[in-house]
């Protein structure tokens, strides 16, 4: 990426809204340059909560959508993090390949919350098809550093 294509403001949407994704939210806080501008879960009240949690810490605007494809469809929404659970992932990296792919979404990047996958052969699909739809990539691995991961390495 050059620095013409530089984003200032990575305006992002959560895919998911149980434990991990106010997980993620308080991480994000502390994030410059950020904005979480959409919350999609298949249980509405779950969606509607995050998304008013995201603006509360005024990590918005975001809204809550009732389905993936309506949250990319909104045009506010860059990348994308898969916090779902791991039995949906597969699936869900399968309908955002094609909405990239059929021009329904113009999206730049993806993270995948661990584990990426249930098995190898499930991981090596989420791979290609991220790298298919020409994304940037990422796996959300948060507690590599914590204090208490360290301590149990020391």
């Known amino acids: 990426m050059t620095d013409d294509?530089?984003?200032?403001?990575?305006?992002?949407?959560?895919?998911?809204?149980?434990?991990?994704?106010?997980?993620?939210?308080q991480a994000l806080f502390a994030v410059r340059h950020v904005t979480v501008a959409g919350v999609y879960s298949p249980t509405a009240a779950h969606?509607?909560?995050?998304?008013?949690?995201?603006?509360?810490?005024?990590?918005?605007?975001?809204?809550?959508?009732?389905?993936?494809?309506?949250?990319?469809?909104?045009?506010?929404?860059?990348?994308l993090w898969i916090g779902a659970p791991n039995y949906a992932r597969l699936a869900i990296m399968r309908e955002i390949h094609d909405l990239v792919k059929s021009g329904r979404a113009k999206l730049v990047g993806?993270?995948?919350?661990?584990?990426?996958?249930?098995?190898?052969?499930?991981?090596?699909?989420?791979?290609?098809l991220a790298e298919d739809a020409s994304l940037i990539h990422g796996y959300l691995e948060n507690q590599v550093f914590s204090s208490a991961v360290q301590r149990g390495k020391d």
Request: hydrophobic residues 50%; neutral net charge.
């Open 5 to 25: 294509a530089l984003i200032p403001r990575l305006r992002i949407g959560l895919l998911g809204s149980g434990f991990i994704a106010n997980f993620h939210l």
């Open 47 to 79: 969606r509607e909560a995050l998304a008013a949690k995201a603006n509360a810490l005024e990590l918005g605007p975001c809204r809550a959508f009732d389905s993936l494809e309506a949250m990319v469809a909104y045009g506010e929404v860059e990348a």
């Open 110 to 128: 993806i993270a995948c919350e661990k584990p990426l996958a249930r098995t190898l052969t499930e991981a090596r699909e989420m791979l290609r």
